[in-house]
Nanobody
């Protein structure tokens, strides 16, 4: 399983970004997908997850209402739409895949991780 993220960048507080992650090897619809992030000096944390089918989603409390995860199984891509960004959202954002039906904060088994895409939010 190979994952590649894109869409990060430098934005100002209140602006939006959409991250994308494409799976290039493997059967995309066999994996639940998710996004984690890691800020400097902090542990990696769960952001959002989506089920195999895309009908189920999970969010961290800080992401609820501002971020939206979705997937396009026809194009092997998962998205993270991030709105109302804050400086505290500054981090390296990673895409990940799991054979579990739903990606969530307690997911332990991951099939692959992307290299990450940097999101920087200026005040």
């Amino acid at each position: 399983v190979q994952l590649a993220e894109s869409g990060g960048g430098l934005v100002q507080t209140g602006e939006s970004l959409r991250l994308s992650c494409t799976l290039s090897v493997g059967t995309f619809s066999s994996y639940s997908m998710g996004w984690f992030r890691q800020a400097p000096g902090k542990e990696r944390e769960f952001v959002a997850g989506v089920s195999w089918s895309g009908r189920g989603t999970r969010y961290a409390d800080f992401a609820q209402g501002r971020f939206a995860i979705s997937r396009d199984n026809a194009n092997n891509t998962v998205y993270l739409q991030m709105n109302s960004l804050k400086p505290g959202d500054t981090a390296l954002y990673f895409c990940t895949a799991s054979t579990e039906p739903m990606m969530h904060a307690g997911t332990q088994a991951f099939s692959s991780w992307g290299q990450g895409t940097q999101v920087t939010v200026s005040s």
